[in-house]
């Protein structure tokens, strides 16, 4: 009665179910990754925000990648604005997701080095070509604490470095792009301002990344290991179907289909 598994439908059900069992234990363990990286980004992010701030040049300097181990680590900068190499960052949004730039401030510290400042978010010009209002700097020496980034690139961010831009406007923060344009040594990566907050919340400061959110991926891992454990349980269910169905025709004497097949060609008169 299981004869039916050789038919040409059977052999195929069973191969897609045969393909499909591993591959959804893949999607599983790929959900399940993903979700071990959100919980590892996490720690790091709670972590890196409840450190102690300490002096930005103990972080990074001149050329230096910022590791992802120092990611969002506070750190403090005393030194002066340097406004007339201020430029702001297009197409950032703020916490309501509403569209301007970020403005980015260089701050020329003691020894004459520089560190990038981004104080913030502010609403877009009304065209794309002119430079925003934009809340000036403290003037004379003072000293900030922000949460330290690296710089940004494009395969990081998917956010593409166009050219021609207006004056004073840039689409990626990058301290070797600064440094030239400044014409002074720039440490690797740039400070996220949290103090001083400014006045009247202007620029809008960047909020703390999220560390508390875990998404579902945990949840589709499971979805996809229960639809892989329900393919052959799914399989088992039909066959034993098929066989009862089989068995119930062949009691009642009704010819199941091949069996039907060849008394069509019987009863087909030859010529």
Known sequence: MYRFLLSRQWVILTLVALVLIPTMIELGFWQFHRHER???QNALIADSVAAKPVPVEELTSPGHTVPRSDYWRPATATGTFDTAHEVVVRRRTNSDDRVGVHVL??????????????RGWVPAAADQHSFPPVPPAPKGEVTITGRLKADETTGASGIKDLKGLPDRQVMLIDSAQQSQLIGREVLGGYLEQLAPEPAGNTPEQIPEPDHDSIGAHMAYAVQWWLFAAGVPVGWVILVRRERRDRMAAASAGTPTEPERDAEAIKATPSR
Not at 108 to 113: C, P, Q, T
């Open 105 to 118: 401030t260089p701050m020329v510290l003691r020894d004459g080095r520089v560190v990038l400042v981004n």
């Open 38 to 40: 959100r919980v590892a």
